[in-house]
């Protein structure tokens, strides 16, 4: 499984930015993705986490009702939409894969172990 993120940037406090993680490899209706973020200093966090056949996604508490993670089956790509962004949002953020049978999300680092590389989301005050 290959994955790669795209889509950050800098945008001003209150904008949005729409990251996208273009697969490969595999047929993903059995996968859980995952988007996560470093900031410096601080740990690598989830933020949120779909399965790639549907159901509920997982957001984490600091972006409920900002951020919305979807994915396109035809193209294979996940997307995180991120809106009202905050100064605090500021960090690498990753793509991440897991294989998960039982269409439930992943929300653990530690289980997933496919990674795409970062892709820097800078929000200005």
């Known amino acids: 499984v290959q994955l790669q993120a795209s889509g950050g940037g800098l945008v001003q406090a209150g904008g949005s930015l729409r990251l996208s993680c273009a697969a490969s490899g595999r047929a993903f209706s059995t996968y859980v993705l995952g988007w996560f973020r470093q900031a410096p200093g601080k740990e690598r966090e989830i933020v949120a986490a779909?399965?790639?056949?549907?159901?509920?996604?997982y957001y984490g508490d600091s972006v409920k009702g900002r951020f919305t993670i979807s994915r396109d089956n035809a193209k294979t790509t996940g997307y995180l939409r991120m809106t009202g962004l905050k100064p605090e949002d500021t960090a690498v953020y990753y793509c991440?894969?897991?294989?998960?049978?039982?269409?439930?999300?992943?929300?653990?680092?530690?289980?997933?172990?496919?990674w795409g590389q970062g892709t820097q989301v800078t929000v200005s005050s």
């Open positions: 991440a894969a897991v294989r998960r049978g039982d269409g439930m999300v992943v929300t653990a680092l530690q289980y997933y172990n496919y």
């Open positions: 779909l399965h790639w056949s549907g159901g509920s996604p």
